[in-house]
Structure formats: C-alpha cells, structure tokens
C-alpha cells in the first residue's frame, strides 16, 4: 500500500501540492474507472457468459456488478483520505463506515451466490448425493450461518474491537447451551445424518421396529412424522430413528411388494386340488402384479393340517390389507366350493390310569363345548 502511495503521488505532483484537488483527482479517477468495469467490462462478460449453456455464470456476473463498483469507488475515496490526511478523530469514523457498508454489499453477494450454488447442486443429485432437495434448506441455513459470522467478525474488526473476549465468551456460552439441549442436539445430527444417508424418503412406507407402520409425511430437522393407515401422525425424534431398525417396504428398484396369504387344509385332501384352486384365486385377482407370476408353496406338515402359502406382488405396499382381505375371502369361497376342509385345531386326550373309586358313567369332560367320555384306559378326543 505504502508503495502504491509513494507511485501515485509522482504522478500527481504534476497538478500541484494541493492535496484536496490531488484527492479529488482520484476519486474522479476510482469513479471514472468504476463506470468502464461495470459497464464496459462486466458487459462484456456477460454477453460471454450468454453464450454458454448454464445460468450459473448469468447469474454472478449480474450479482457481481453492484458490489464491485462501490469496491473500486471505496477504494478511491481511502486513497484519497489517506493523502489528505484526515485527523485520527475523523478518519477513526469515516473509514469504518465505508468498510461496513462495503461488507454488507459483499455479504449479500455471498449469500445470494451460495443460494443459487446450492440449489444447482441440490437439483443435480446424480453428483451430489448428499446434498438434495431435503437436505438444502440444511445446508442453506448452515452457509448462512458461516457467511454472517464471518462477515460481522471483519465488521467489529473494522471497527478495531478487541475478538478474543467475545469468542471466549461464545465457547462458554456454546458449552453450556450444549448440555442443556443435548437431546435437541443429537435430534439435530440424527436428522442431518438421516437426510445425507437417505435410509427413507418422504412418502416412502416404512415399518419401525416397535410395530408402527405408516407413510413418511415429513422429515424435519428434529423428528420424522408418519401417518398410519388409521390417519393418526406419529412424530418420532430423529435420534431414535437413527438407532433403531427400520424396514422400507417401498425401497428397492421398485415399489412393488411381496404379500403371503397362509392357509391350511386337512390332512385327507388332493394336494394337487389345494395348489391349483389357489392359483385360479390369484389369477382372479385383479390387482396382483401378472410379473412376477404369483406362486404357490407347500410349507409344512403342521399339527392339525397341511400348511400353504399363496405369495403374489402388489404394486403399492399401503394397499396390502386390502388386497390380503380380498384373498382370504376368495379363498374360503373357492375351499367351500371345492369341499377342501380348513381344519381346525385338535387334540387327542389319552388316560393312561384313573383312581379306583372313579365312577367312570359320570366322568364327562368339556373342552370347547364338546362332551368328550371314555372308559378306562380309553381314549378321549
């Protein structure tokens, strides 16, 4: 600076020793040269920036001008106070003054730029998978936040006041405003991790692991909300979200689901018959995907029939109590239809010995309002 001085008062001397009109010179000149970068240089760089194909650069340039003329004017008029040589008092004052509205302008700029940044990359999520449209007002916020802090630190220091007892009073205050709001405070990263990792997304049908199964309707920064399929919202604090297990039935390559209709039949019936009337039911069904073909499973022997499942893919996870409920009716129509009993439990009751003194004609057992008799070392069922 001191050398830039020293040239352009070798240049001025030629106008004289007055140094009001050698100040008025420069300032004539940071105004002259002022106009030529807004209006011949920025005009050229903008028809440039016209012809490329994003806006992005449209957009800096067009931001770019107003603050970079009041920099070169601000310029002038501290080079032409410093060859006045204003008082301390008033130059003490003056020169804050023109800093703080030159930093104001810039901070605008920045936060104007980094607005625009972010929001193109939050629309290019194929590059920026953690930056997205959930996720900006975040980083929005945060940008902000960093922009303003840096700007009102160079603000107070333009106005020569001593940093280093605020931020240690900012350190204490931040340590005790951490351990009173620790839980907020891990909702908080909890909901930034959850919007970075994208385990879930708005309108995807998650089922947690307490049982609550429900659409995703919001993702905040402290809680997750989901709305059951009896229309009652559940807000979950994002710290629980991020520490339990959760089952998204709509992830995947596609939103189709997988539903499983079980059912039994007795132990004399033609196997052949059960799997054949279940696949006519999920071929009468209307709204079981065509691909992939539904199947159907013999599963075990069980204890009073012969286990099948009926499995089919439904486009939609929400409408699978409906579409179940319509193949369970289906089912029991077309079992009745076909006389394939569903059995149901029993049990066989065998007495080994009883006392002597039992009369054995009054002994009447009821299970299941079912009269069940017998005679020593009989069976009773």
Known sequence: MDNLMQLLQHYLSFSGDNVFLQATIIIALSLIVAWVIDRIVISWVKRIAERTEGTLDDQLVELLHQPLFYSVVVFGISIASRIVQLPDNIGNVIFPIFYTLLLVLWTLFFIRI?????????????????????????????????????????ILSSWSIDMSAWLASAGIVGIAVGFAAKDTLANLFSGVFIMADAPYKIKDYIVLETGERGEVTNIGLRSTRILTRDHIEITVPNSMMGNTKI???????????????????????????????????????????????????????????????????????????????????AIFKKFAEHNIEIPYAKRDLYIKELPSNVDLSTLTVDADKSAVSGQRGGTMS
Request: charged share 25%.
């Open 247 to 329: 089952i998204n039935e709509s992830a995947g390559p596609s939103t189709k689901s997988r539903i499983r209709a079980q059912v039994g039949c007795a132990y004399d019936s033609d196997i052949d018959l059960v799997q054949e009337v279940l696949m006519q039911v999920a071929q009468e069904e209307k709204e079981l995907c065509r691909f992939p073909q539904p199947v159907v499973r013999f599963r075990a022997f069980g204890g009073s029939s012969l286990d099948f499942e009926l499995m089919g893919w439904i486009d939609l996870p929400e409408n699978r109590g409906r579409i179940l409920h319509q193949i369970n009716n």
């Open 114 to 154: 980094t607005r625009i940044s972010l929001r193109r990359m939050a629309a290019n999520d194929k590059h920026f998978k953690v930056l997205h449209m959930q996720t900006l007002p975040l980083f929005e916020n945060l940008a902000l936040i960093v922009i303003l802090i840096l700007s009102i630190y160079f």
